[in-house]
């Protein structure tokens, strides 16, 4: 069965650091999410993507924060300078159509500020 | 805008015990629902959902979920719980036509099976 796919699964990071998790949608999805999962905390959405743009962001997606397509496979979340409070679990997800179907997670990263 | 409440933190029980997680949502348009699964130290599994047609929709391991319109609700049931079903459980919702096809989802329940 396809898998969206994430990389690192867990990495490590300096206060003020720059990170970029990286993600492999499947492969005829069009439509591109991510989202994070503070420890002990529910799921939530960040920043949806299609055609090559943002087409929805959340109030915790920030300057700090952005996303790219750069080669047609991988999806990238970067985190300028990491906060603690962004050490948290990143969930990447993918869609081949609307509403609702064949909506599908990767395994996440986790990421931890220190 | 949707909203999710899972009331139940957590919902302690035994083994082969029947359990019910219960799950209502809010929201001003109709909706898609979802229930999902984490296991310790893993990503997000989707258990089963509903989009259409029948209410009652089942999973592959015996879980089922019902979709109440009238009373806003889509409980998580299964009439005799495993030891392997200790995870937490995530209900979330899609809303038709607000948003881009975001899912918001509730504060989750864990379900602690014991022996």
């Known amino acids: 069965e396809p898998e969206v796919t994430q990389t690192p699964s867990h990495q490590v990071t300096q206060m003020g650091q720059e990170v970029i998790l990286r993600c492999v949608p499947i492969?005829?999805?069009?439509?591109f999410y991510w989202y994070r999962q503070i420890l002990g905390q529910k799921v939530e959405f960040l920043v949806s993507f299609y055609n090559n743009e943002i087409s929805e962001k959340s109030e915790i997606f920030d300057d700090q924060f952005s996303v790219e397509r750069p080669d047609g496979s991988n999806f990238t979340l970067k985190i300028r300078s990491t906060k603690l409070e962004d050490s948290a679990m990143y969930f990447c997800?993918?869609?081949?159509?609307?509403?609702?179907?064949?909506?599908?997670f990767g395994s996440g990263t986790r990421l931890t500020v220190v | 805008a949707q909203s999710v409440t899972q009331l139940d933190s957590q919902v302690p029980v035994f083994e082969e015990a029947p359990v019910e997680l219960r799950c209502n949502y809010s929201?001003?348009?109709?909706?898609?629902l979802f229930w999902y699964v984490q296991y310790p130290n893993q990503g997000l599994q989707l258990l089963l959902k509903?989009?259409?047609?029948s209410t009652l929709v089942e999973s592959i391991n015996g879980f089922e979920a019902e979709f109440n319109k009238s009373q806003t609700s889509f409980h998580l049931r299964k009439p005799s719980v495993h030891i392997s079903d200790t995870a937490e459980y995530f209900c979330?919702?899609?809303?038709w036509g607000t948003g881009f096809q975001k899912l918001v989802f509730g504060t989750g329940t864990r379900l602690l099976v014991s022996p």
């Open positions: 492969s005829n999805h069009l439509y």
């Open positions: 997800a993918s869609h081949d159509r609307g509403l609702g179907y064949g909506y599908t």
């Open positions: 929201s001003s348009v109709s909706v898609y």
């Open positions: 509903y989009l259409s047609g």
């Open positions: 979330a919702v899609l809303g």
